[in-house]
């Protein structure tokens, strides 16, 4: 339901789709898995979302891609931060206004993914779309994770948190996937390195090497799964169609700045093993307060 203005309206109990959205079903996160993710800093999980859900992200996903060119033309904007109108869009922290979201991000799946490589004890830190437009979708530079967090709080000392990046389309080069540097390679197991502004795009940018990484060609449905330490980077997509990707990201403990305060979001998802997250309770205390940009 949408109010006159065309936002959604919450009617009834809040998150009430919350139990049937959840038919998504566990995954086994084997040795091998957690072997790639702590050795090299990823994994991938191939086609481990259903089709419903798939269908479900899918439509989510339209929703907010209209909410961000609806708020840019309020604005009388093409750029916000990275975000540029038709070429490539993040979209963060705005599951609350969805009844079905919520099903997802602290469903069976990913409890079953994050208790695999993270453990148990989970919160869940941010969530976006990330979204190429036809044929002239940007690429996305060689960053870190991490390197958000530490360009604007230097010498943060966070622990590395997890990125499931889940491919809402087939992924290939041509569309714009991405490409995950191995710490092996980079040297970036427990190590962020410094990121700089990359001019006309505002991208951090934290590697200038020649290395290519490794390329993630991946089915609709598949997640890739790499730490907030990872390098990695994505190509233009230069195809007649949207390139299009849900990011859920995780964390083993609340992620604070230096003086104290929150950075993104810090919503229990599982302690002690079990799933503790409750809708009722998923309000503004576990959100940080908006930054100035």
């Not at 992924?171 to 410094?194: K, S, Y």
């Not at 980077?233 to 990201?249: C, E, I, P």
């Not at 305060?261 to 959100?287: C, H, I, K, S």
Request: with cysteine.
């Amino acid at each position: 339901m949408k109010n006159q203005s065309g936002a959604r309206c919450k009617v009834g109990p809040r998150y009430d789709a919350y139990s049937q959205a959840d038919r998504s079903e566990r995954v086994e996160v084997t040795q091998q898995h957690r072997d790639e993710f702590n050795s090299r800093g990823f994994t991938v999980f191939e086609d481990v979302v259903d089709d419903a859900t798939l269908s479900m992200l899918r439509e989510e996903c339209a929703y907010f891609l209209g909410y961000m060119d609806a708020s840019m033309d309020a604005r009388g904007k093409e750029t916000l931060g990275i975000t540029h109108r038709g070429k490539r869009y993040f979209i963060s922290n705005l599951y609350r206004e969805s009844r079905r979201l919520p099903g997802f991000l602290y469903g069976s799946l990913m409890e079953s993914v994050t208790r695999g490589l993270l453990g148990d004890t989970v919160y869940l830190f941010n969530e976006q779309w990330v979204v190429k437009g036809p044929e002239q979708g940007m690429k996305f530079a060689w960053h870190q994770d991490s390197g958000y967090v530490n360009f604007r709080d230097p010498g943060n000392p966070h622990a590395p948190y997890l990125t499931c990046w889940i491919a809402l389309d087939d992924m290939t080069e041509a569309n714009g996937t991405i490409f995950v540097l191995p710490h092996e390679v980079a040297g970036t197991r427990q190590n962020v390195l410094d990121h700089l502004v990359e001019e006309g795009t505002n991208d951090l940018v934290g590697y200038t090497g020649d290395e290519p990484g490794v390329r993630i060609d991946v089915k609709a449905g598949s997640i890739a799964a790499f730490s907030s330490t990872s390098l990695h980077r994505s190509t233009a997509n230069t195809t007649a169609n949207s390139r299009r990707a849900y990011l859920a990201q995780y964390s083993l403990e609340p992620i604070v700045g230096q003086t104290g305060e929150l950075w993104g979001m810090a919503v229990p998802f599982v302690q002690g093993g079990a799933n503790v997250y409750d809708p009722a309770t998923d309000d503004d205390r576990y959100v940080a307060k908006r930054r100035q940009r």
